[in-house]
């Protein structure tokens, strides 16, 4: 994997912010969504939530690096992140290692240090 943060191409898709993160009526998401939502993310605004992930995992490079005995090799970014309120929120976010220099988010949550 690359060293250069820079370099990296960082995607976060639009439905696992719009339909999983900010989501308070999904299953698996609702507790995510009501943290993000009440540290001032919006729905109608979800690429502040995705530029504020990758802002957050360049913030914190290089991260913890995983690796599951299926699947792919994941990033773990740990630390605050400035939300749109103004406060700062401690934060988890999981990347997948797509191909060398690519990741993909999978999912954040509230993290205690």
């Excluded at 690429?47 to 490079?61: G, K, N, R, T, Y």
């Amino acid at each position: 994997m690359t060293t250069d943060v820079a370099a990296v191409v960082w995607t976060v898709e639009r439905p696992k912010i719009v339909g999983y993160l900010l989501n308070a009526a999904h299953t698996d998401g609702a507790s995510k969504a009501k943290y993000l939502l009440a540290l001032g993310y919006k729905v109608e605004t979800p690429e502040q939530l995705a530029d504020d992930l990758v802002s957050h995992a360049f913030a914190h490079w290089p991260g913890r690096r995983v690796l599951p005995a299926i699947g792919r090799a994941r990033l773990i970014f740990e630390g605050p992140v400035q939300a749109p309120d103004g406060r700062y929120a401690s934060l988890r976010s999981v990347w997948e290692e797509t191909a060398p220099g690519q990741m993909r988010f999978l999912t954040a949550y509230p993290w205690k240090p």
